[in-house]
């Protein structure tokens, strides 16, 4: 089969397995969240067998999320450059492989290496997925196609500790913790089968080229960034941590003038610069650092709690937080069916309300059943699932309207770089929060604190919505 070497001409009538080729997307990306999400629940089991101090619980989280953000960005533009079919596939093969070396890992630091390969193939495979889906979709059916990928979003990652905790407490053939990885191996090779079948190909312009000084400048700069914030309490903070989160400033200051003077000569950046003149990414920008950061943190500490700060195994852990992935379903459903794409940004806001008030909801019941057994979480768990399910059924609709085909390679990697910053943050800053608790008492106190921090980033998130345009159809492409 030829590869066209430019994007194909707007669709019309749309490619004929569209919905097909959106479900090997779907579950390509519900791979990842599920495995960005179920180290909460596996680590303690993980660390019983391989050993390890709360750092490398950490890494185990933040290695994936930070190798994941340093690579989206490079991985977006692939896509635009060599055919997002093409890298789509590749992504995935390296997804499955890598998974399958996590769960044969025999020492934590053989983990962490195959978790930080994993997050780079994952950076490769899930930026193709909206280009993917503008390519193939017609303009009528992209607000629905899109809308499709909150619901995904929010039910992995409340469904990953679910799936991780039984999957522990099944063990079968005696492999514990190692089923959490080793069961995206046939998952992923089903979707590759698929995949191969019903993708359609589209890239970028022709004359696109890579640009290495680019990638060299923005991989430093996040590692700088986001390094010392998971290492620093392990080793008390000292000097050169917080120098290192100042030498991120003026490495990613001197990225986005490299982009600019690029894109001025007439070369391909990687990172488009016009992306930020629409109002809907770069607000979105902003809104998905934020909300997303304090997800992140929030989950990983939520399964950790259950388990070393209420003692529940790992399959009770994870049945605890099923309320949250029903009100998730719930919420998407109302959002995404109808609330929504008529009324917008609005729908988008009041979600996050919800979910405070449903985290609020989580404070209350902890300090009113210290000892839960887990069901009297439920309703503020409902709740919490409930308004997060309403706030990201339409994010991704409304933030990615204005942007045009031959961008969209670029654009879906910054948005999801931007997400997994926020999640690599959120992880190792409320991480620490946590683990700064000793004992059962201590550690309750740290679980109230993250709980209210978490609360006030969502909050956050619904006031710099604000900058988002109140629809999806007011910041079409031309």
């Known amino acids: 089969m030829t590869i066209p070497t430019t994007s194909p001409p707007p669709v019309t009538t749309g490619h004929p397995l569209r919905r097909l080729a959106l479900v090997a997307v779907l579950v390509a990306e519900i791979m990842d969240l599920l495995d960005a999400t179920v180290v909460g629940i596996a680590a303690p089991s993980i660390q019983h067998e391989l050993g390890g101090d709360d750092t490398t619980i ?28 093409r890298i789509f596939l590749v992504g995935l093969v390296g997804f499955v492989l890598f998974s399958a070396l996590c769960g044969l890992a025999p020492t934590p630091g053989i983990l962490i290496t195959c978790r930080v390969l994993q997050g780079l193939s994952g950076a490769i495979l899930i930026p193709q997925g909206f280009g993917i889906i503008k390519s193939a979709f017609p ?26 905790g039984a999957l522990i407490a099944w063990d079968p053939g005696g492999a514990g913790w190692r089923t959490v990885f080793l069961v995206n191996v046939p998952i992923g090779l089903a979707c590759l089968a698929l995949a191969l079948r019903v993708l359609p190909e589209s890239r970028g312009e022709r004359t696109a080229r890579p640009d290495p000084v680019g990638t060299i400048l923005v991989t430093t700069g996040l590692l700088l960034l986001v390094f010392p914030l998971v290492q620093g309490r392990e080793l008390g903070w000292p000097g050169w941590t917080f120098a290192m989160m100042a030498a991120a400033v003026p490495v990613l200051g001197v990225f986005a003038w490299h982009q600019v003077r690029r894109a001025r000569a007439g070369r391909s950046p990687l990172v488009e610069p016009a992306l930020f003149a629409s109002r809907a990414f770069s607000g979105g920008m902003l809104v998905g650092l934020v909300f997303f950061g304090g997800m992140a943190g929030l989950f990983l500490v939520l399964g950790l709690h259950l388990q070393l700060g209420l003692g529940f195994s790992p399959l009770r852990a994870g049945l605890t937080l099923a309320p949250w992935a029903l009100g998730v379903a719930v919420g998407a459903t109302l959002s995404g069916a109808w609330l929504g794409r008529r009324y917008g940004r609005p729908v988008l806001q009041a979600g996050a309300v919800v979910m405070a008030l449903g985290i609020a909801g989580i404070v209350l019941t902890s300090h009113v059943a210290p000892r839960t057994a887990g069901w009297e979480l439920a309703p503020a768990l409902l709740v919490s699932g409930v308004g997060m399910g309403l706030f990201i059924a339409p994010f991704f609709d409304i933030v990615l309207a204005g942007v045009t085909l031959p961008m969209v390679g670029s654009a879906s990697g910054v948005l999801n770089a931007d997400q997994q910053l926020g999640s690599a943050i959120g992880v190792a800053v409320l991480g620490t929060v946590f683990f700064s608790g000793t004992g059962a008492q201590g550690m309750a106190t740290a679980f109230d604190v993250v709980l209210w921090v978490t609360a006030g980033m969502v909050l956050a998130g619904a006031a710099l919505a604000a900058l988002l345009p109140r629809r999806a159809r007011e910041e079409q492409p031309a």
Request: net charge positive.
């Open 139 to 164: 303009p009528r059916e992209l607000g629905a196609a899109f809308g499709a990928f909150g619901p995904a979003m929010g039910l992995s990652a409340v469904g990953g500790p679910i799936l991780a």
């Open 58 to 85: 950490q890494w185990i989280a933040a290695g994936y999320t930070l190798a994941y953000a340093v690579g989206l960005v490079t991985g977006g533009r692939l896509g635009d450059l060599y055919g997002r079919r």
